[in-house]
Structures are given as C-alpha cells and as structure tokens.
C-alpha cells in the first residue's frame, strides 16, 4: 500500500522561501502524479498545483510564479519550493500521490507566513 508523507512545513517570515517535500512509498514512484492542496483555518480546501509523471506541471493562478514543483524519482520525493510567500499563503499543505492504485493523501505539513 502506497503511504504519503509530507515534511518541511515552517514558520518563515514574508517574502521568505520554504520548501516542503512529499514522497510516497512504492517502486512505480516515477510514474505517479503528485498533487498539492492546501487548507488554511476558515477556508475550503485549495489545489495548489501538480507535478506530472513526466515533470510537467501546473499551478493555481495564486502562486503562479512564486511557486515551483521537481521530483526526485531516485528519491521518491517532489519537492514545493515556495517563493516571495505571503501571510495569505499560511495553511496545512497536503500532498496526494495518484496512479493505478486510488488516490492517497498525506497528513500535511504546517506553512507559517508572519507578516
């Protein structure tokens, strides 16, 4: 069974950078898509952008040119670099692995922007 975990979540200070990562157990790593949400206190759930089997990606228009998605496959770990964050962007960022067998997510990882 395909387990999910997030890390590197921080407190960072706005117009700073942080980077969480995700990686997922299981040999097929290189062929999931990794997806990234995002729950902030009060609010719906966001999707923040995918990472393709092939590296391409997309990404809400909210952090569109602040953020950026790369997989390691050797290391089973997709990586959320976040740029230039703001305090808006504080919330639990989860990651979800997806290919042949369902979808599954992680617990999340806590983003903290001090203004």
């Known amino acids: 069974q395909v387990q999910v975990v997030e890390s590197g979540g921080g407190l960072v200070q706005a117009g700073g950078s942080l980077r969480v990562s995700c990686s997922a157990s299981?040999?097929?790593?290189?062929?999931?898509?990794i997806g990234w949400h995002r729950q902030a206190p009060g609010k719906q759930r966001e999707w923040v952008g995918i990472?393709?089997?092939?590296?391409?990606?997309n990404y809400a228009d909210s952090v569109k040119g602040r953020f950026g998605m790369s997989r390691d496959n050797a290391k089973n770990t997709v990586y959320l670099q976040m740029n230039n964050l703001k305090p808006e962007d504080t919330a639990v960022y989860l990651c979800?692995?997806?290919?042949?067998?369902?979808?599954?997510w992680g617990q999340g990882t806590q983003v903290t922007v001090s203004s």
């Open positions: 990472i393709r089997s092939d590296g391409t990606t």
């Open positions: 299981g040999s097929t790593f290189s062929t999931y898509t």
């Open positions: 979800y692995a997806t290919g042949g067998f369902g979808v599954v």
